[in-house]
């Protein structure tokens, strides 16, 4: 589309970039119903670049391209914009993989949407080696892992976790449900921000053979999001399995991952809704394991036979999982490389909400929770207060960490928090805790440090 195209006004808002205009301008009229592309106003185009074309352009989507460095404004805070220089966008401007995957398809997200931390994707496996002088940066500035030296372990063994039975009275106790979930890959396919709806359609074949094969506690029923029912939607809905298309200034929608919504994507749960799988949504696969309260090996364990059994449908359809011993598993944002892993946990601390709300000592936790690289989220994100006292806690860490590693530091930390929860709810003073800790300074961990 390197020319303005003539296309029907319908087809136009069906375009993301129409519904950020819409959003920030109001309707567009035209008449008759018709209006070309790109339109007066497309804020797709205000960083440069042209319409030229691209073969994975659809009619909800069309790629833009940059012949000429982006025209980056003060809004653009992404890892992206600040390693690509000019030098290095005029090395890799013109280098696209195997499958088409080209630079500007993986900074696409990052230039449309100026709000972005990470700012780029991958299409393809091959994209991490081909941009690798633009990528491993911003690797090492979103986890500080310097993939040109170190190597990432991978261990699915949970019988190596330490978790005693005191533990799980323990968490019985405060913990209200355990998740983990991860991203799997199939390699040979393009990752959904580079797929053509031929690879997207193997990859939901792929892996309904997988789905159809599980027994025993995994049994379950897989549902296409475009076939299902009010009420298979409903009960999907209630149970929180349910994903939706991504909005107009989301990463995947800007990357190009939201084309031809809803088709080949699709979720699988088991019988007893604790093990769930969401297809071709962000990656090809986010396995995820749950279950009321906190016994965390028994969710990591099926977790991993979960991410066994895909592993080995991938191997009996001749492919395998996209992995390498330098980055992990691979998937479409490099925010989740490595293990790709976040175990959470939804835990009752009132004691340490009462800090918070009364402003007693609001980054008590936050520090506590640093300590295990762990995270806290109370109802409005970091250093908030938490509805009913019911905190998100999960792991920070996803790459340079074995899976093991990373749930027996959640195990830990949580154990830790649980003690201090205590401890505050018994009556000992947060200073006598905080001098404990060595915690003397909230400097280190207030936003925007």
Same mark, same amino acid.
């Given at each position: 589309?390197?020319?303005?195209?003539?296309?029907?006004?319908?087809?136009?808002?069906?375009?993301?970039?129409?519904?950020?205009?819409?959003?920030?301008?109001?309707?567009?009229?035209?008449?008759?119903?018709?209006?070309?592309?790109?339109?007066?106003?497309?804020?797709?185009?205000?960083?440069?670049?042209?319409?030229?074309?691209?073969?994975?352009?659809?009619?909800?989507?069309?790629?833009?391209?940059?012949?000429?460095?982006?025209?980056?404004?003060?809004?653009?805070?992404?890892?992206?914009?600040?390693?690509?220089?000019?030098?290095?966008?005029?090395?890799?401007?013109?280098?696209?993989?195997?499958?088409?995957?080209?630079?500007?398809?993986?900074?696409?997200?990052?230039?449309?949407?100026?709000?972005?931390?990470?700012?780029?994707?991958?299409?393809?496996?091959?994209?991490?080696?081909?941009?690798?002088?633009?990528?491993?940066?911003?690797?090492?500035?979103?986890?500080?892992?310097?993939?040109?030296?170190?190597?990432?372990?991978?261990?699915?063994?949970?019988?190596?976790?330490?978790?005693?039975?005191?533990?799980?009275?323990?968490?019985?106790?405060?913990?209200?449900?355990?998740?983990?979930?991860?991203?799997?890959?199939?390699?040979?396919?393009?990752?959904?921000?580079?797929?053509?709806?031929?690879?997207?359609?193997?990859?939901?074949?792929?892996?309904?053979?997988?789905?159809?094969?599980?027994?025993?506690?995994?049994?379950?029923?897989?549902?296409?999001?475009?076939?299902?029912?009010?009420?298979?939607?409903?009960?999907?809905?209630?149970?929180?399995?349910? @994903?939706?298309?991504?909005? $107009? =200034?989301? *990463?995947? /929608? !800007?990357?190009? %991952? #939201?084309?031809?919504?809803?088709?080949?994507?699709?979720?699988?749960?088991?019988?007893?809704?604790?093990?769930?799988?969401?297809?071709?949504?962000?990656?090809?696969?986010?396995?995820?394991?749950?279950?009321?309260?906190?016994?965390?090996?028994?969710?990591?364990?099926?977790?991993?036979?979960?991410?066994?059994?895909?592993?080995?449908?991938?191997?009996?359809?001749?492919?395998?999982?996209?992995?390498?011993?330098?980055?992990? @598993?691979?998937?479409?944002? $490099? =925010?989740? *490389?490595? /293990? !790709?892993?976040? %175990? #959470?946990?939804?835990?009752?601390?009132?004691?340490?909400?009462?800090?918070?709300?009364?402003?007693?000592?609001?980054?008590?936790?936050?520090?506590?929770?640093?300590?295990?690289?762990?995270?806290?989220?109370?109802?409005?994100?970091?250093?908030?207060?938490?509805?009913?006292?019911?905190?998100?806690?999960?792991?920070?860490?996803?790459?340079?960490?074995?899976?093991?590693?990373?749930?027996?530091?959640?195990?830990?930390?949580?154990?830790?928090?649980?003690?201090?929860?205590?401890?505050? /709810?018994?009556?000992?003073?947060?200073?006598?805790?905080?001098?404990?800790?060595?915690?003397?300074?909230?400097?280190?961990?207030?936003?925007?440090?």
């Amino acid at each position: 589309m390197g020319a303005a195209a003539t296309i029907e006004l319908a087809e136009v808002k069906k375009l993301p970039q129409y519904q950020i205009y819409k959003k920030n301008n109001g309707e567009i009229t035209a008449e008759p119903e018709q209006l070309t592309v790109p339109f007066a106003g497309d804020p797709y185009l205000q960083y440069g670049g042209a319409y030229l074309g691209d073969p994975k352009d659809t009619p909800d989507f069309k790629y833009v391209t940059w012949t000429a460095y982006p025209k980056f404004s003060e809004k653009h805070g992404s890892l992206m914009r600040k390693h690509l220089t000019e030098v290095l966008f005029e090395d890799l401007k013109d280098k696209k993989t195997g499958k088409g995957y080209t630079l500007s398809n993986t900074i696409h997200t990052g230039v449309v949407n100026t709000h972005l931390g990470v700012g780029m994707t991958a299409g393809d496996e091959e994209a991490y080696d081909l941009f690798k002088p633009l990528i491993y940066p911003i690797i090492k500035g979103w986890h500080g892992y310097d993939a040109y030296t170190q190597k990432h372990p991978t261990d699915l063994d949970p019988s190596k976790l330490v978790f005693t039975e005191a533990q799980r009275e323990k968490f019985a106790q405060y913990v209200v449900s355990t998740r983990i979930r991860a991203a799997r890959n199939i390699s040979g396919f393009s990752l959904p921000p580079g797929a053509t709806a031929v690879e997207r359609a193997g990859v939901e074949k792929v892996l309904k053979e997988t789905f159809a094969k599980l027994d025993g506690e995994l049994k379950g029923t897989y549902y296409e999001l475009g076939s299902l029912t009010k009420e298979q939607t409903d009960f999907l809905h209630g149970r929180g399995f349910l @994903f939706q298309l991504p909005g $107009p =200034s989301s *990463l995947l /929608t !800007g990357a190009g %991952a #939201s084309r031809s919504w809803p088709d080949n994507r699709g979720i699988f749960h088991n019988d007893a809704h604790t093990a769930l799988a969401w297809v071709n949504e962000e990656d090809h696969c986010r396995i995820i394991s749950m279950e009321l309260e906190g016994n965390i090996p028994s969710v990591f364990t099926r977790f991993c036979k979960l991410s066994t059994a895909i592993k080995a449908s991938a191997e009996s359809n001749g492919a395998k999982l996209m992995w390498n011993e330098t980055l992990g @598993f691979l998937g479409t944002c $490099p =925010s989740n *490389l490595g /293990t !790709g892993l976040r %175990a #959470s946990v939804m835990i009752k601390l009132e004691a340490f909400n009462k800090l918070i709300e009364t402003k007693t000592d609001p980054y008590l936790l936050d520090y506590v929770c640093a300590g295990y690289e762990l995270q806290p989220r109370g109802s409005n994100g970091e250093f908030s207060a938490a509805i009913g006292s019911k905190f998100d806690v999960s792991n920070k860490q996803r790459i340079g960490f074995s899976e093991v590693d990373l749930v027996q530091k959640m195990i830990n930390g949580v154990d830790k928090v649980i003690d201090l929860e205590r401890r505050l /709810t018994a009556g000992e003073s947060h200073l006598k805790i905080r001098e404990e800790l060595g915690f003397t300074s909230d400097v280190s961990i207030k936003p925007g440090h």
